[in-house]
Nanobody, 115 residues
Framework: QVQLVESGGGLVQPGGSLRLSCAAS????????MRWYRQAPGKQRELVAA???????NYADSVKGRFTISRDNAKNTVYLQMNSLKPDDTAVYFC?????????WGQGTQVTVSS
């Protein structure tokens, strides 16, 4: 059974940093795309960052230059380094691992940016 477990969320002051991790188990995911989404209260879930199987990355305009997505295929883990955090970054962050046939989601981790 595939499981995705996110960690690293928490409360941080504006301008601070957090590093999210998402560890996948129950399979091998080196050929899968890995993505981070977020959902703020009252808003739709939005794509934050994605990394392909050959590590090509793309980012939402709102996080470009501040967030970095990376992956470690040996550990089946995807990371999201978040710097210069803003109150607007407050949301539940979800990781997603997917190919053309399958898509898996983690349970989410809360990130709160507040002074």
């Amino acid at each position: 059974q595939v499981q995705l477990v996110e960690s690293g969320g928490g409360l941080v002051q504006p301008g601070g940093s957090l590093r999210l991790s998402c560890a996948a188990s129950g399979g091998t995911f080196s050929s899968y795309a890995m993505r981070w989404y977020r959902q703020a209260p009252g808003k739709q879930r939005e794509l934050v960052a994605a990394i392909g199987s050959v590590s090509v990355t793309n980012y939402a305009d709102s996080v470009k230059g501040r967030f970095t997505i990376s992956r470690d295929n040996a550990k089946n883990t995807v990371y999201l380094q978040m710097n210069s955090l803003k109150p607007d970054d407050t949301a539940v962050y979800f990781c997603n691992v997917a190919n053309l046939a399958r898509s898996y989601w983690g349970q989410g981790t809360q990130v709160t940016v507040s002074s």
